[in-house]
């Protein structure tokens, strides 16, 4: 195996990892041998006291992710969609009012999730692509109605948009503060700042490939006591099967308390995975996970300080850059699809656009978990070095071929 690679210069136990192109998308992304190795063990039994104790510790390490000491988590099969199903079917009635923040593509479907378990919503959008809902706005809309819950989407993984939750939720608690607070950290779980208790946010939810640093699969979701409380007292049943806290609550219930209890299969190794990233996470505690939000944003300055070097503006504003991800406009003249595929040549993986008007005039870059805490894996370095060459060879093919039509 080649070791020119500096994607493959880092050492390992057992050998190196495969050699394969660099996840540099808004996940999945890049993982460490620990957790490599944890997913290629034999299964366990998924009642096994074995696995009760890594299940135990996956919950109990989730919520001090997010800031939380006495929330309840759920970690169950499925993407980090499966948080909103379990929002909508746990917590909406048919005719609940919600307010949803739209900073993207994900505000979108999250709305449109919660209108299909009968809730009645209110879209307050960003002035712009790129721009945070006002908290004017935000204000003005919750004291002129009463809203169930409202949901932030922290980092809209569309656009790169980091909403200040801190001052949202501020101002929830002062205008409406029986509204319930919904936060969609699927893309900011573990590379931005979050506390759950003290800011006072009910629902966390978000899943594992991200900035967690696990392999996709897991959604992971945080309920407040408020929150359950809510549930438990619901008139109406619940409105789903899969989804229902009803079939779940039992069960996270149960495995927090170090027992196992049943009703769908775990999937035994995806949360050992999971357990050996969270512990890599959470290894020195809050002052480590701190560092790590500050690492990603260490790397994300230089990332955008080299593409600013390239003529590529970041699309969201300043003030409203996610730390795990960066979304940035192409050169005039360059198309995403294009830049894509001499990326991919290279070795790394970037993402296209996602907002449909707008898809082929950015890209988005992730850069999370091990990528930005391993600097002896040379990811980022890669990264950065990819994306410099690329953009300069389009440009002068671009270039050479205008010259080449005048002449």
């Given at each position: 195996?080649?070791t020119k690679?500096?994607r493959?210069s880092?050492s390992?136990?057992q050998?190196?990892?495969?050699?394969?192109?660099?996840l540099?998308i808004?996940?999945?992304?890049?993982v460490?041998?620990?957790?490599?190795?944890a997913?290629?063990q034999p299964?366990?039994?998924?009642?096994?006291?074995?696995?009760?104790?890594?299940?135990?510790?996956?919950?109990?390490?989730?919520?001090?992710?997010?800031?939380?000491?006495?929330?309840?988590?759920?970690v169950?099969?499925?993407?980090?969609?499966?948080?909103w199903?379990?929002?909508?079917?746990?917590?909406?009635?048919r005719?609940?009012?919600v307010?949803?923040?739209?900073?993207?593509y994900f505000?979108d479907g999250?709305?449109?999730c919660?209108?299909?378990?009968?809730a009645?919503?209110t879209i307050?959008?960003a002035?712009?692509?790129?721009e945070?809902v006002p908290?004017?706005?935000?204000?003005?809309?919750?004291?002129?109605?009463?809203y169930?819950?409202?949901?932030?989407t922290h980092?809209?993984?569309s656009?790169?948009?980091?909403?200040?939750?801190?001052?949202?939720t501020?101002?929830?608690?002062?205008?409406?503060?029986s509204t319930l607070?919904?936060?969609?950290?699927?893309?900011?779980?573990?590379?931005?700042?979050?506390?759950?208790d003290?800011?006072?946010?009910?629902?966390?939810?978000?899943?594992s490939?991200?900035a967690?640093?696990?392999?996709?699969?897991?959604?992971?979701l945080?309920a407040s006591?408020?929150?359950?409380q809510?549930?438990?007292?619901?008139?109406t049943?619940?409105?789903?099967?899969y989804?229902?806290?009803?079939k779940?609550?039992?069960?996270?219930?149960?495995?927090?308390?170090?027992?196992?209890?049943?009703?769908?299969?775990?999937?035994?190794?995806?949360?050992?995975?999971?357990?050996?990233?969270?512990?890599e996470?959470?290894?020195?505690?809050?002052?480590?996970?701190a560092k790590?939000?500050?690492?990603h944003?260490?790397?994300?300055?230089?990332?955008?300080?080299v593409?600013?070097?390239?003529?590529?503006?970041?699309?969201?504003?300043q003030?409203?850059?996610?730390a795990?991800?960066?979304?940035?406009?192409?050169?005039?003249?360059?198309t995403?699809?294009?830049?894509?595929?001499k990326a991919?040549?290279?070795?790394v993986?970037?993402?296209?656009g996602?907002?449909?008007?707008?898809?082929?005039?950015y890209?988005?870059?992730?850069?999370m978990?091990?990528?930005?805490?391993?600097?002896?894996?040379?990811?980022?370095?890669?990264i950065?070095?990819?994306?410099?060459s690329?953009?300069?060879?389009?440009?002068?093919?671009?270039r050479?071929?205008?010259?080449?039509t005048?002449?």
């Open positions: 195996m080649s690679n500096p493959l880092f390992r136990a050998g190196r990892q495969p050699e394969h192109k660099i540099a808004p996940g999945p992304v890049e460490s041998n620990n957790v490599l190795e997913l290629a299964p366990l039994s998924h009642v096994s006291p074995d696995f009760t104790r890594i299940f135990q510790e996956a919950l109990s390490l989730s919520r001090k992710v997010v800031g939380s000491q006495n929330g309840q988590p759920f169950i099969a499925g993407s980090g969609t499966l948080g199903d379990q929002v909508g079917a746990n917590l909406i009635e005719g609940d009012k307010l949803v923040l739209n900073t993207g505000g999250f709305k449109d919660l209108t299909s378990y009968g009645v919503a307050l959008m002035p712009s692509p790129g945070t908290l004017a706005a935000i204000e003005s809309t919750l004291a002129g109605q009463k169930k819950l409202i949901t932030i980092v809209d993984t656009t790169g948009v980091l909403s200040d939750v801190h001052d949202i501020k101002v929830v608690r002062r205008v409406s503060p607070i919904i936060l969609d950290a699927v893309c900011s779980a573990g590379c931005e700042d979050i506390k759950m003290a800011w006072g946010l009910d629902i966390v939810l978000t899943a490939q991200k967690i640093g696990a392999l996709p699969g897991l959604s992971i945080i006591p408020r929150a359950i809510t549930y438990s007292s619901r008139i049943p619940v409105q789903g099967y989804a229902s806290w009803k779940w609550l039992p069960i996270m219930e149960a495995y927090v308390a170090g027992k196992a209890a049943y009703f769908g299969t775990q999937p035994v190794n995806l949360v050992r995975a999971l357990t050996e990233a969270l512990k996470l959470m290894k020195d505690g809050e002052e480590g996970l790590r939000i500050e690492a944003r260490k790397v994300a300055r230089r990332l955008r300080a593409a600013a070097q390239l003529g590529m503006k970041s699309l969201a504003t003030g409203a850059e996610a795990g991800l960066t979304a940035i406009w192409v050169p005039e003249g360059l995403a699809s294009e830049i894509l595929q991919g040549a290279k070795g993986v970037f993402a296209g996602l907002l449909a008007d707008v898809k082929d005039r890209i988005r870059i992730g850069h978990g091990v990528s930005v805490t391993d600097e002896a894996r040379g990811d980022t370095n890669r950065t070095d990819v994306l410099y690329v953009i300069n060879e389009l440009l002068a093919e671009k050479m071929d205008r010259a080449t005048e002449i």
